[in-house]
């Protein structure tokens, strides 16, 4: 019998109402043991496909065009309705084989060459990506150490190493293979807006996981190469230090003695036992690395501006902690050993101190100076000193605590020095002229001479 086209049209008919009867199959083939969230109507999307006919033949793919599709599901939706359905409860790295009945994907009339009417169509779908313009940052606080002295606010200079991964676990960046953290000023827009909001309030040491939605990252034309548009981004990081431009030397004394008179000062000579970390917790250096602990002098630009100021004000046997931000260290360019634009944290116990006199001066009295002084001075008054004498009148005063010589110099050659400035006319003796001499000009001229 011949097929007349009231038949044809009967059995059309029949065709479509069968199918309507049918439904999207879902076959979900691979599940990731961890869903943090499932698609839903309204989510944007981005994920992979192959879309295949019963036979297996293929009729698309995104593999072949580069890039995985993007789209909002259940809004306005680019797909057909059958894999518009079919994705929603998906988890990122799901897979799924969507079964489409004609109906729900390109119905009676097909779509152009490569879809024929009446067609069931078969899709292999990876979902990479999901998110939702109302999304925020979202922050896991992993690890918080304790204490957490203070937490970073806007205006801040960080440290911080760091992960970057997509939701699918590709790693797209990372700190840790280049060996150096980033740093960044926090809340001023260096960085993304999301990692921007993600850094506020952190502690130094601490863990955090943060997910940034692409509206709070690159956005739907991502950057470059590394990372492709509509892009939730995932990091990892570990907070190393942060600091501000106007922090000063944070001093913590954890033990000093009862007795604690004397302190240290600018232009003491003190010998001291350091080490030295970053606050992570990382050895930089320490005295102990070496046979003597350093002797030094403060106040004369021997040491970092911030270590000195910690040394300054400490007893014998005093221990501090000082925390010491990079503007007081090694600034922004570090220093071997030292990472560019880190926070220092020096345990230090002071060992020996030796009061100083001012820089440029060998010798100071501690009391008013004898008036007039050359009578003292010439201790047989033979009416000129010599070498020998002028030294044991000095090391006289110092000894009975009227004057002090400079510390950590030879005090035979400090004694020399001093004797060749008073001995005018180099005659090896002093006389009670050239001592007069030497007090007139001083009167008119502010110079270093101790007498």
């Keep these: 019998m011949a097929i007349t086209p009231v038949l044809t049209f009967f059995l059309t008919l029949i065709h479509v109402v069968y199918g309507q009867l049918e439904d999207v199959i879902i076959d979900r083939y691979f599940i990731p043991t961890h869903c943090s969230r499932e698609v839903q109507v309204g989510d944007y999307v981005r994920y992979q496909y192959n879309g295949t006919f019963k036979d297996g033949r293929k009729f698309d793919s995104s593999l072949d065009k580069g890039f995985p599709f993007v789209g909002q599901v259940g809004v306005e939706s680019k797909v057909i309705p059958g894999l518009d359905k079919g994705v929603q409860g998906m988890c990122v790295n799901e897979r799924r084989k969507i079964t489409v009945p004609p109906h729900l994907a390109y119905g009676v009339l097909g779509a152009g060459t490569k879809i024929p009417p009446y067609a069931t169509v078969i899709f292999d779908v990876l979902l990479v990506d999901v998110f939702n313009v109302k999304d925020d940052v979202n922050v896991e606080v992993q690890k918080i150490p304790q204490p957490c002295r203070r937490k970073a606010v806007v205006g801040d200079f960080i440290r911080y190493h760091y992960n970057g991964t997509f939701q699918d676990g590709t790693v797209f960046d990372s700190s840790y293979s280049r060996n150096s953290t980033y740093n960044t000023f ?266």
């Design 186 to 451: 926090i809340g001023m827009g260096y960085v993304i807006a999301g990692m921007d909001k993600a850094l506020q309030g952190v502690c130094v040491g601490e863990w955090r996981r943060v997910t940034v939605p692409p509206h709070l990252a690159y956005g739907e034309n991502g950057s470059g190469e590394l990372i492709p548009g509509s892009a939730v981004l995932i990091f990892d990081l570990h907070i190393i230090d942060f600091h501000n431009p106007k922090d000063q030397v944070d001093i913590k004394v954890t033990y000093k003695p009862a007795d604690c008179n004397l302190t240290s000062a600018a232009n003491d000579l003190i010998l001291y036992r350091y080490n030295c970390s970053l606050l992570d917790g990382t050895h930089l250096y320490s005295s102990d690395d070496y046979p003597e602990p350093p002797r030094v002098t403060l106040g004369q630009g021997k040491l970092i501006s911030g270590l000195d100021e910690g040394l300054q004000g400490m007893c014998v046997s005093e221990r501090r902690e000082i925390t010491v931000p990079p503007h007081l260290a090694h600034g922004t360019n570090g220093a071997l050993g030292v990472p560019s634009s880190a926070v220092l944290l020096f345990e230090l116990e002071l060992l020996q101190l030796q009061k100083g006199v001012p820089e440029g001066f060998l010798f100071i009295w501690l009391q008013d100076s004898p008036e007039p002084l050359f009578p003292v001075m010439d201790m047989n008054q033979d009416q000129e000193v010599p070498l020998e004498e002028f030294s044991a009148f000095i090391m006289l005063q110092v000894a009975e605590g009227r004057g002090r010589i400079h510390p950590g110099m030879d005090s035979d050659t400090i004694l020399k020095n001093m004797f060749k400035n008073q001995d005018r006319n180099t005659d090896g003796k002093i006389t009670e002229d050239e001592l007069n001499i030497i007090v007139n000009e001083e009167k008119e001229v502010p110079i270093h001479e101790e007498l």
